[in-house]
């Protein structure tokens, strides 16, 4: 499953944030919980387990959730939850750790430690821009933050979701047209650490970085505009949850 701010799953857990943010934790508890009973697959289970977990007033209660959550996990296994598997087991250890179970606890903490970074997402990727580009031309880093005045990014952001860029498109300053490019990446890229395991678990966004230049290769055009409404929405929520650019 692609992830969408527009499933319904992923709303309610933004809304359950929301409330959280509110120091409503009650109000918070119940969407999260609503979303795991309206879940209808293993991703959304997945996203909802999470934050379902961390409501827990129980050690042993939170623990179930953790591990429950551990097991969808194992069962997508793809680059959307890679990056929550170390977070994940190291949550489970502390658990068993308050619980006295000392052995699991060190069996957990060594499952985090072990866990394989790599990244193995093969595309394709997108970068969205209001920039008009040409196939061949290249996109380097130590360019303005689209969410940050006066700050030079280090490096050059995509994705493997053509939505997504479609997204980041609509955000970018500049009055040009919005585009999605279809980009190949010429050195190593890593997590986008400002999303992987911050609002949600893992990397669902499949959101990337790199030092190293972007090639664009083609355009796309089969991707999901932001209407207005929605616009005006995202840049609220960006205004009100700015914080410190891990660059």
């Known amino acids: 499953m692609e992830f969408s ?3 319904n799953i992923v709303r309610l857990c933004l809304q359950g944030i929301a409330m959280e943010k509110k ?5 918070a508890s ?8 309206e879940a209808t ?9 999470h934050y379902v977990a961390r409501h827990q007033k129980s050690v042993s209660d939170k623990l179930r959730w953790l591990e429950t959550d551990l097991e969808l996990a194992l069962k997508i296994n793809d680059d959307t939850v890679k990056s929550a598997f170390a977070p994940l087991y190291s949550d ?9 179970n000392t052995d699991e606890a060190k069996k957990n903490y060594d499952l985090a430690a072990s866990c394989d970074d790599t990244l193995s ?3 394709p990727f997108y970068h969205g821009t209001k920039a008009d580009l040409q196939v061949g031309d290249l996109l380097t880093a130590r360019n303005d933050s689209n969410y940050k005045s006066d700050f030079k990014m280090n490096h050059v952001y ?3 979701l053509a939505n997504g860029a479609g997204l980041a498109a609509s955000m970018a300053k500049g009055d040009g047209n919005e585009h999605v490019y279809i980009v190949e990446p010429t050195g190593s890229f890593e997590n986008d650490p400002n999303v992987t395991n911050h609002y949600f678990p893992g990397n669902p966004t499949r959101s990337y970085r790199t030092e190293a230049p972007l090639k664009i290769i083609g355009e796309a055009t089969d991707w999901r505009k932001q209407t207005p409404e929605e616009l005006k929405k995202w840049r609220k929520d960006i205004d009100k949850n700015k914080g410190e650019i891990i660059n």
């Open 30 to 37: 119940k969407l999260f919980l609503q979303a795991w009973n």
């Open 5 to 7: 701010q527009n499933n």
């Open 158 to 160: 995509f994705t493997a």
């Open 92 to 100: 489970i250890a502390k658990c068993y750790e308050e619980l006295g």
């Open 121 to 123: 997402d093969k595309g």
């Open 23 to 27: 120091d409503k934790p009650k109000e």
């Open 41 to 49: 697959n293993d991703f959304e289970k997945f996203i909802a387990a």
